[in-house]
C-alpha cells in the first residue's frame, strides 16, 4: 500500500525540516519528502512516479514522525485489568505514539527472554503500535540477583530498567551497570532513596503538611540520581534518568553532561504541567512516584528541557483500576495514565506558554527518546519505516476519560481544555487511528 | 449562611461556621449540667461511629452526644467488622448508608480518609481524626475551652463578636509532625484570631511548617515565653525506635513541660492536652495535676468535647418535622 500524506507542514527535527511538502510513503515506508502537488492539477490516485496511491489531505495540519515514548506501563502479563498490549497500543495511537517502550513490572517481570518475546509476538499481533520491552536488571526486579542480560537483549529487549523497584545497593548498581555496558545497553533507572521514602505519599513540602500525609522529599531523588550519575561515570554504561521531577536532579543531569558522562534523561508531561497543590483534597490520581513537586522544580525543569538538559519527554503511563485509585490516598497505587494527554498538555502549555519551541517538543518525543536508547523510529528519513503522526493545532478538545481506548481512566487531567490534538496516526504505512 | 454538609477539616470550615458551632456548644453545656442529659432532638435518626483505629475518648464522646439527644448510636470497630474482611472504605460507607444511617463518623489511621468517605456517602460525614491530617472536633472543643477560660464566649465592648481569641497566644509543644490536633488547632484558633506557636524538636516539626500560619521554634523557653495557653500534645514511644528521638528522659528534660517550663508562659496561663496523657514525659504530673500558678483545663477539655460533639451532630443532621423543632435543644 502507497499513500501520499499530502500538503501538511512537516516537522521532522531529526533532519532539521519544518516545510509545508508531500510525505510519500512506498510499502511502508518514507520514499521521500517532496514539494506538495496541488490537489487541483494532481490525478487522484497518483503521484508523480508513485501509482496506486491513496491520498491524504494534511493541508493546515501538522505531520511528524510518529511519536516515542520510551516510559509506558503496558501492564501485560499479568495486569491485564488495568491494561494490556491492545488497549495500550490503542491509547498510544490515539495520543500520536507509534513506538512505546514498555516496564517490566509485570507479573512475571520481563526478567526472562520467553517475556520479552511473548510481549513482541502479542504486539505483532494485536498492537497498534511498535512495542520494545525494556528488560529487568534483576530478577523478579528483587534487586540482588542480575537477570540473564545478555539472553534479554538477544530476545529483544531494547533496554533494561529496574523501574518502580530501584536497586538501592550501590555495589548491585554498579555491577549491573558495568554488565549492561559490554552489551551497549542503556540502562534506565528510576533514583530514590528509599530509606528517605518509607510510608511517603506525596512530595514533602507544605502540601503535605497541611493535609498530614507523610512525604517524599526531593533529597530522595537527588540523591539516588547522583549514585547512579557517578557509577555511569565510573562504568561508561549508558544511563537514562527515569521521570524527572526536581530542579535539582536536572542540575545533576546537566553537570553529568558537562563532564562528559553517558547520561539522558527524561520528564513527564504532569511534571511539566502540575504541582503538588494537585493532591488537594486527596485525589489519588495525581499520586505519582516520584510525585508532583513544586513550581519552583516545573520552572526549572522546563528550562531544563528548553536548554536541552533534559532530552526527553515520556509519559510513564502507568493504568490502574478505578476501584485501586479510590482507596485511602496512602493505600492506592501510584501512578497516572499519560498517552492519551502528553500532546495536548504538552502544546497547550509548554509550546502554548512559549516555554519550549514546536520543534523541541516534537525533537523531545520523537527523535530524542529515540537516540537515547539507539531505536531505529523517530525519523521520516527516507528509507525509515512510515510512522507518522497528523495533528490538529487549532483543534480545541476538553479531557474526557470515558472516551480513553485505554482500560483505565486514572487521569488528573479530566475536564481540562488543551490545543492541539492528534488526529491520524499511521504505523508503517498503515492507517491505525483517525 | 449555607448549611455544613460534612465536617472535615477546619481548614476548610468558614469562620462563621465555626462560632456557630461553638454558640450551640454553649448552649448544649447547659444540658450536660443537668441531672436527667437527654432531649429529644435527634429522635428516631441514627449515627453510626465507624473506627477504623482505637479510641477510648473519642468514640465515647461521640456516642454520648448522640444518646443525649436521644439518637440511636452504633458503633463499628474495624476488628469485627467486614472491614477485616477486606471491604473497601467505599463498600463500608456505601453499606452503612443503606442501612439508613444519618450521619457518620469515621475515625481513620489514613490522612484523608474522611473526605473519601464524604465522596463515597450522601450523608453527612463527621471527621473523628484521619491519620496526621485533621482532628476537627477535637480543635472545636479545644476553642470551646480557650474561650470559656479567657472569657470570651459571649461578645463584650472591646470584642463585638462572640468567640474572638485575638490577643491571645497559644504555644502547642511535642511530637507536631504526627498530630492532627495540632493542624486543627492551627487553622481554628487563627481564624478565631489568636496567635499560634509550635514548639518542638526540630525531627518533629513538619516540613514547611513555616508556611503555615505559626510561629515555629525548637527552643521550649522561646515558645512558652509570655504564652496565654499551653498545649501540651502527647508523645508516642515509637517515635525513639524510628530514630527521631533519642529518649523519653532527654525529651523531657528538653520539651516536657514542667512547673519549672510553665514560669515561662503567662501567670494566668490555661494548660491543655488532648489526651491521653505520659505523665513524666510530655507533662510533669505536677502540672497535669494542677499543683502550678494557672490553670489546667484537661477535665474541661472532655466536657466541652461532648458539647462540642453534640453541637455537630446537630447542626449536620437536619432534625425531621416529627423529631421536634430546632429549638427545643438548649
Known amino acids: 500500500m502507497n499513500l501520499i500524506v499530502r500538503g ?427 | 449562611m449555607t448549611g455544613m454538609t460534612d465536617l472535615l477539616s477546619l481548614r476548610e470550615l468558614d469562620v462563621r461556621h465555626i462560632r456557630n458551632i461553638l454558640a450551640t456548644a454553649s448552649n448544649m453545656r447547659e444540658i450536660l449540667d443537668r441531672s436527667v442529659k437527654k432531649v429529644p432532638t435527634l429522635r428516631g435518626r441514627a449515627v453510626v461511629t465507624l473506627f477504623y483505629e482505637a479510641s477510648t475518648r473519642t468514640r465515647t464522646s461521640f456516642e454520648l452526644a448522640a444518646k443525649y439527644m436521644s439518637a440511636d448510636a452504633v458503633n463499628i470497630s474495624v476488628a469485627q467488622s467486614s472491614v477485616s474482611k477486606g471491604e473497601s472504605l467505599k463498600d463500608t460507607l456505601r453499606t452503612l448508608q443503606s442501612v439508613t444511617a444519618d450521619c457518620i463518623v469515621i475515625r481513620h489511621s489514613s490522612s484523608g480518609a474522611a473526605h473519601q468517605a464524604a465522596r463515597f456517602a450522601e450523608i453527612p460525614v463527621i471527621n473523628a481524626g484521619d491519620g496526621r491530617h485533621e482532628h476537627p472536633t477535637q480543635g472545636l472543643l479545644d476553642a470551646l475551652t480557650i474561650a470559656e477560660a479567657k472569657g470570651r464566649c459571649s461578645p463584650s465592648d472591646a470584642r463585638p463578636v462572640a468567640f474572638d481569641l485575638s490577643g491571645l497566644t497559644v504555644a502547642i509543644v511535642g511530637d507536631l509532625a504526627h498530630s492532627r490536633v495540632a493542624r486543627s488547632n492551627v487553622w481554628c484558633l487563627t481564624k478565631l484570631g489568636a496567635t499560634v506557636r509550635w514548639c518542638g524538636p526540630a525531627t518533629l516539626i513538619p516540613a514547611d511548617a513555616r508556611s503555615l500560619p505559626v510561629t515555629v521554634t525548637t527552643d521550649l523557653r522561646e515558645g512558652l515565653a509570655d504564652a496565654d495557653v499551653v498545649m501540651v500534645l502527647r508523645l508516642q514511644t515509637e517515635r525513639m525506635e524510628k530514630g527521631l528521638l533519642p529518649s523519653m528522659r532527654e525529651y523531657a528534660g528538653v520539651w516536657g513541660v514542667s512547673p519549672r517550663a510553665l514560669a515561662w508562659a503567662k501567670p494566668d496561663a490555661l494548660v491543655m492536652h488532648p489526651g491521653p496523657m505520659n505523665r513524666g514525659i510530655e507533662i510533669s504530673a505536677d502540672v497535669a495535676d494542677g499543683h502550678v500558678p494557672g490553670s489546667v483545663a484537661i477535665e474541661d477539655q472532655v466536657k466541652n468535647g461532648v458539647a462540642v460533639r453534640m453541637a455537630c451532630l446537630y447542626l449536620l443532621i437536619e432534625p425531621g418535622s416529627d423529631a421536634g423543632g430546632r429549638g427545643e435543644t438548649a
Open chain 1, 8 to 434: 501538511g507542514r512537516i516537522l521532522d527535527p531529526s533532519q532539521g525540516i519544518d516545510r509545508v511538502a508531500d510525505l510519500i510513503i512506498v510499502d511502508g515506508v518514507v520514499e521521500a519528502i517532496a514539494p506538495t502537488e496541488h490537489a487541483a492539477n494532481a490525478p487522484e490516485s497518483s503521484h508523480a512516479g508513485v501509482p496506486e496511491c491513496e491520498i491524504v489531505d494534511a493541508s493546515g495540519l501538522l505531520v511528524t514522525p510518529g511519536l516515542v515514548d520510551i516510559h509506558v506501563h503496558l501492564r501485560e502479563p499479568g495486569f491485564e485489568y488495568k491494561e494490556d498490549i491492545e488497549s495500550g497500543t490503542r491509547a498510544a495511537a490515539a495520543g500520536g505514539f507509534t513506538s512505546v517502550c514498555c516496564m517490566p513490572n509485570t507479573d512475571p517481570a520481563i526478567d526472562s527472554p520467553a517475556v520479552v518475546r511473548q510481549i513482541i509476538e502479542r504486539a505483532e499481533d494485536v498492537g497498534f503500535a511498535r512495542v520494545f520491552p525494556i528488560a529487568s536488571l534483576t530478577r523478579a526486579m528483587a534487586g540482588d540477583r542480575l537477570a540473564d542480560i545478555a539472553d534479554l537483549k538477544a530476545a529483544g529487549a531494547c533496554a533494561i530498567s529496574d523501574d518502580a523497584f530501584p536497586v538501592q545497593s550501590s555495589e548491585t548498581m554498579r555491577r549491573g551497570m558495568e554488565y549492561c555496558a559490554q552489551f551497549g545497553l542503556t540502562l534506565m533507572t528510576h533514583n530514590e532513596d528509599q530509606s528517605l521514602t518509607v510510608g511517603g505519599a506525596m512530595n514533602e513540602g507544605v502540601v503535605a503538611t497541611t493535609l498530614g500525609v507523610p512525604g517524599i522529599p526531593r533529597v530522595s531523588e537527588d540523591i539516588g540520581a547522583a549514585r547512579n550519575i557517578l557509577l555511569s561515570r565510573l562504568t561508561g554504561c549508558r544511563l537514562h534518568l527515569l521521570h524527572i521531577s526536581t530542579g535539582t536532579t536536572a542540575q545533576l543531569l546537566r553537570w553529568a553532561k558537562e563532564v562528559g558522562a553517558p547520561v539522558t534523561g527524561e520528564t513527564g508531561p504532569h511534571y511539566l504541567t502540575l504541582t503538588d497543590e494537585a493532591c488537594e483534597g486527596f485525589n489519588t490520581n495525581a499520586k505519582m512516584n516520584p510525585p508532583l513537586r513544586t513550581a519552583e522544580d516545573r520552572a526549572a525543569l522546563r528550562a531544563a528541557l528548553a536548554d536541552g538538559t533534559i532530552d526527553v519527554i515520556a509519559t510513564d503511563h502507568a493504568p490502574h483500576a478505578g476501584y485501586e485509585k479510590e482507596r485511602e490516598f496512602d493505600k492506592a497505587p501510584f501512578g497516572i495514565l499519560g498517552l492519551e494527554t502528553a500532546f495536548g498538555l504538552i502544546y497547550t502549555h509548554l509550546v502554548g506558554s512559549g516555554a519550549l519551541s514546536l520543534s523541541d517538543a516534537i525533537r523531545c518525543m520523537t527523535h530524542a527518546p529515540a537516540e537515547a536508547l539507539r531505536l531505529p523510529v523517530g525519523t521520516l528519513k527516507p528509507g525509515a519505516r512510515a510512522d507518522v503522526a497528523i495533528f490538529d493545532l487549532n483543534a480545541r478538545w476538553t479531557v474526557d476519560p470515558a472516551s480513553f481506548r485505554s482500560k483505565s481512566r486514572n487521569t488528573p487531567f479530566a475536564g481540562w481544555e488543551l490545543q492541539g490534538k492528534p488526529v491520524m496516526t499511521i504505523l508503517g504505512g498503515r492507517v491505525v487511528h483517525v
